[in-house]
Each structure stands twice: as structure tokens, then as C-alpha cells.
């Protein structure tokens, strides 16, 4: 039977395929507890619901989310930890796709300029500020990298390029350990991905160091951006060897740092890969400080809250208010004393006056 290539249903089909073939926008569950359980799901999954998914991964109370790829899992379990790897995609992915190994695989689509992950990190830090939970959230700005957190020991982690190129020199870096192909860190483009995956292994090895970071009753949330593969694609081209090299090294280090996470939360973790192509003006995520003070705007209600109080103040009204009782309980003891008192036997200034004036 022949087909009418002029007829608009079929250039329709044949545009929606391009478009689907350059475009691969994907949320990619690399690992997840037993536990937790996701199910297949046709309906695309939108930008703006991602957090409120991890919210109820780690289960913290959020908005409810139509999408229904995520069951409910155990009511006396949840996982220690989530952690979020955004990917900046580009058009014509699927060319060098990101070949990862997942148990699960949801289409995305975008219906906000950016991902941001700020109201679920604050929903985080008011439910468990008591237990001081581990938020971290690293990226790119501009030419530096920004590891916003409240723990100063990821301070030693390289900030600028220049560190960042001395860093990838060291014997225990990540280029000893993956395969860089055709890319250089003498290119800023090729030096831009290879330090944003050295970041995350440095965040990764400064979490091992120092365990007792993870050892809050609170769950962690870990979220890293790597924007240098689409820098990368479009230095060179979507057709390059080096975006070729580019996605296997991207691709490789996801499934060393899955294990790793693994390994080191011992298997209670979320690892999750959101790879999204956003327009010209949109960020895959939204950088934030995690002590920045959001702006208020308008008139605040009157919500009757209660005020805020330092945490050392149950200590010290306990030591002010038995020390009070302490004191009365003394003092009544003096004042009982002393009104019972014997001025003839028991003050000695009565005896001494009274030996002087027989003495006269």
C-alpha cells in the first residue's frame, strides 16, 4: 500500500518522532531499597513534581502528586538517605544516550523554567531540625564550585578551575580510576565535567572520612548537578568522539557513585539521575544557600506560632529552677534555726555577756 508523504497526519508522526529521537528527558532510579518500590508508569512525570516524589521516597509529609509510578512502601521504614544527580542534556542525547543501569525509568517533560530543590531542603530542615540532618546541594556557578551545605568539613573541597586542575592531577583522582578518551583538562569545557564528577567523588570521600556525619536519625538529602556534558556537545558537536567519550564517562562514574553510595549507607539509599534538556533562559536546578533567608514579601499573618528558643534552654531553666529550690529550702532552714534559737546556751555572745556583768 503506498503512503501519502503529503499528507499532514504523516508528517505529523514523522516530526513527533524526530523530536522524540533528539530529545530524552528521563528520571532514572539507579537504586532503591527493597522496600521502596516503583511500578511502571506511561504518564510523564512534570519538573515541578520531582521533589515532592523524594519527598515521599524519604517519607517526610508533602503535597500529594497525581503521578503514580511510586508505591507506598513500609510504614516503619524509610531510607537514610536520597541522592539526586542532575544531568543537563541536550538536544540529539539519544546519539550518545546515557547507557545506565536502572531499576526503574520515567519519562519527564517540563513545566517550570528550573528544578528547584530549596522548599524541600527548608520541609527537611523544620521537620528534623532537632537532629541536625545532613542537606548538601553542589554545582557550578559561573566558574566556581559551590558545595552549599551547613557542615564546614566539605570546605577543603576545590572552588575554582585552577584548583580544580591541580585536583585532577593528584594520584587519587578520579581520571587514575575512569577512561577520559579523547577529553583534556587542558579544555575548560573538558576540565568543567571532569570537576563537577571530582566534586561528587570528593563529597563522597569526605563523607567516608568522617562517618559521624551520617549518624543523625534524620534522612540526608544529597543533590549534584553536572552541566559540563552538554558544554562538552556543544563544543564539539552531538556527533563528536569526545560526546561519544563524554556520555561513557558521565555513565561510568553515575555507576561508580551509585555503588559507592551504596557501600556506604549500606544499601538503605535512593539514587536517582533526572537528566533534563531545559530551554536557553532554564537551569536544570536552582543553586541555593542553605542559609540564605527567603525574602518576604507582603504583610505577615498573625498564625499564633510560638517563639523560637535555644536549644540550651531546657538545660538552663533546669539548673535556675532547682537551684531556687535548693536555696529556699536552705534558707528556711536558717531562718528555722535561728528562731528556735537558745539565746541563753546557743549564742555565745549571751554567754560572754553574761560572764562579764557577774564579773562586775
Request: glycine share 4%; hydrophobic share 40%; charged share 25%.
Amino acid at each position: 500500500m503506498a503512503i501519502d508523504r503529503k499528507h499532514p497526519l504523516f508528517l505529523t508522526v514523522i516530526f513527533g518522532l524526530v523530536l522524540a529521537g533528539v530529545v530524552s528527558q528521563d528520571l532514572i532510579v539507579t537504586h532503591a531499597p527493597k522496600y521502596v518500590h516503583f511500578q511502571e508508569q506511561t504518564e510523564k512525570l512534570q519538573t515541578s513534581d520531582v521533589p515532592k516524589v523524594i519527598s515521599h521516597t524519604l517519607g517526610v509529609p508533602a503535597e500529594e502528586v497525581s503521578w503514580t509510578g511510586l508505591k507506598h512502601g513500609s510504614l516503619f521504614k524509610r531510607p537514610k538517605a536520597n541522592v539526586l544527580i542532575s544531568v543537563t542534556g541536550y538536544e540529539g542525547i539519544k546519539e550518545n544516550p546515557l547507557k545506565l543501569k536502572s531499576i526503574a525509568k520515567y519519562p519527564v517533560t517540563n513545566d517550570v523554567p528550573s528544578l528547584d530543590i530549596g522548599e524541600l531542603m527548608n520541609n527537611l530542615q523544620n521537620t528534623f531540625f532537632d537532629k541536625n540532618p545532613l542537606l548538601l546541594d553542589a554545582g557550578v556557578d559561573n566558574s566556581f564550585f559551590d558545595v552549599h551545605t551547613d557542615f564546614d568539613v566539605f570546605r577543603k573541597i576545590p572552588d575554582t578551575m585552577r584548583r580544580m586542575a591541580d585536583r585532577l592531577t593528584d594520584p587519587d583522582s578520579l581520571l587514575q580510576t575512569l577512561t577520559t578518551g579523547t577529553l583534556n583538562s587542558s579544555s575548560p569545557s573538558h576540565l568543567k565535567l571532569m570537576g563537577e564528577l571530582q566534586m561528587i567523588q570528593d563529597v563522597f570521600n569526605t563523607l567516608s572520612d568522617k562517618p559521624e556525619i551520617l549518624s543523625s536519625k534524620s534522612p540526608d538529602l544529597l543533590s549534584f548537578n553536572i552541566a559540563g556534558l552538554r558544554d562538552v556537545v556543544g563544543k564539539h558537536g552531538a556527533q563528536s568522539s569526545e560526546a561519544a567519550d563524554a556520555s561513557n564517562l558521565v555513565t561510568d562514574f553515575i555507576h561508580k557513585i551509585t555503588d559507592d553510595f551504596r557501600h556506604l549507607y549500606k544499601d538503605n539509599v535512593i539514587v536517582e539521575v533526572l537528566v533534563l534538556t531545559p530551554q536557553a533562559q532554564g537551569y536544570v536546578r536552582k543553586v541555593r544557600s542553605l542559609k540564605a533567608t527567603a525574602e518576604v514579601t507582603g504583610d505577615i499573618p498573625d498564625v499564633n506560632l510560638s517563639k523560637d528558643y535555644d536549644e540550651d534552654y531546657s538545660s538552663v531553666f533546669n539548673i535556675i529552677l532547682w537551684f531556687m529550690i535548693v536555696m529556699a529550702i536552705v534558707l528556711f532552714a536558717v531562718c528555722y534555726g535561728m528562731w528556735n534559737m537558745d539565746p541563753g546556751r546557743d549564742s555565745i555572745i549571751y554567754r560572754m555577756t553574761t560572764t562579764r556583768l557577774k564579773k562586775d
